[in-house]
């Protein structure tokens, strides 16, 4: 954000979202691994007893799906596959840069600094606890829903149906909006951000912020692989390991 040279700038109520795109090797690393575990659930067994159960009859692969409380198929990633591809380094270097660009903000430092044992606090790390492959199609979508057990999540955008497949008519398929709390004046914020998916969007965010992902209407598939990470300081984690000894 570039700003007038005599200005200071406070956002202690901001909830913050960052963006970057990946480098291309780094989007086909991810986009190979989500072929593989998509590939590696192609098993089709199609039994009747499958399809009573409420099965996806003619897309066997969700059939080996987990599935969460929004109803919405995915399938996991580990750790060790993110790091036998080669994206786990790339993947912790941007929660890094996120946590740095969190802790600019000297009223989120300080909050912490008070709030969190062990303060004050630097050399925050983090750590990928769980991350998913999502594959939709047309009329598929996720409704408003956060993610919990965790301080960040991320998404990653893979594949996006061509633009000519999209409706003319709807400016927001597909796209993830994120809601702010509380209302807003539109006239100097808005309590909404529209963020449009394209092939290699890496898209960072608060876990508690809700979000929603509209569907898009045409032929196609949306792919992208998500993941939430839990952040500690150096000086926390010192903190319980006393608190462990006693």
């Known amino acids: 954000m570039n700003v007038r040279d005599n200005w200071q700038v406070d956002a202690p109520w901001a909830q913050l979202v960052c963006s970057t795109q990946m480098p291309d090797d780094i989007t ?19 039994d009747e007893e499958f399809v009573k159960a409420g099965g996806y009859k003619g897309d066997p692969k969700k059939e080996t799906a987990t599935y969460n409380w929004l109803k919405v198929p995915f ?16 993947l912790m270097q941007q929660l890094r840069n996120y946590m740095e660009t969190i802790l600019a903000n000297g009223n989120v430092k300080n909050h912490l600094d008070i709030t969190v044992p062990g303060g004050p606090h630097k050399d925050w790390m983090s750590q990928i606890t769980e991350a998913w492959v999502v594959s ?18 991320s998404v990653c955008y893979l594949k996006v149906p061509e633009k000519e497949n999209v409706s003319a008519e709807r ?30 969007l890496l898209v960072i965010y608060p876990s508690s912020l809700n979000h929603q992902v509209y569907p898009f209407h045409g032929p196609g598939e949306r792919r992208a692989m998500a993941f939430n990470a839990e952040v500690v300081s150096v000086q926390q984690m010192e903190f319980i390991e006393n608190l462990q000894k006693g």
Request: some cysteine; hydrophobic content about 30%; proline content about 7%.
């Open 28 to 46: 086909k690393k991810i986009l190979k691994l989500s072929d593989k575990i998509l590939e590696d659930n192609q098993d089709d067994p199609k």
């Open 75 to 90: 399938w996991k990633i580990t750790q060790e596959q993110l790091q036998e591809c080669d994206v786990l380094p790339y």
């Open 136 to 153: 939709q199609y047309e009329n598929e979508y996720a409704p408003v829903h956060n993610h919990v057990h965790c301080k960040i999540s």
């Open 171 to 200: 400016d927001n398929d597909g796209q993830i909006v994120f809601t702010g709390m509380g209302g807003a004046d539109p006239f100097s914020t808005s309590s909404l951000l529209n963020v449009h998916p394209i092939p290699g």
